[in-house]
Nanobody, 124 residues
């Protein structure tokens, strides 16, 4: 019923910038927390950043000062502005929506959803 679609990934040189977007569609009344995760080859998936519906953000230490997470609640869209990119940022980036208030036609309930991921490659 709910789908998350990431976009904006690609190949960029070290020091460059990219902006990722995640569009949530379907029967969505609200989303509590949205976040970005990433998984590099041979590594465990890690949380990059989260933003609550009220705007409170959290970042993994390695991206603080370089990445900015934001969301447009009216559009149910999540963004990740990535500046000063480094080769170690190379990974598949996944969008997550937690505490999604949705409906199945009978009533409202909460659920979580994941996007399929978008590849970010930073070359040196």
């Amino acid at each position: 019923q709910v789908q998350l679609v990431e976009s904006g990934g690609g190949l960029v040189q070290a020091g460059g910038s990219l902006r990722l977007s995640c569009a949530a569609s379907g029967n969505i009344f609200s989303i509590n927390v949205m976040g970005w995760y990433r998984q590099a080859p041979g590594k465990q998936r890690e949380l990059v950043a989260t933003v609550r519906s009220g705007g409170v953000t959290n970042y993994v230490d390695s991206v603080k000062g370089r990445f900015t997470i934001s969301r447009d609640n009216a559009k149910n869209t999540l963004y990740l502005q990535m500046n000063s990119l480094r080769p170690e940022d190379t990974a598949v980036y996944y969008c997550n929506a937690d505490g999604v208030e949705t409906s199945n036609g009978n009533g409202r309930y909460l659920a979580i959803f994941w996007g399929q991921g978008t590849q970010v490659t930073v070359s040196s």
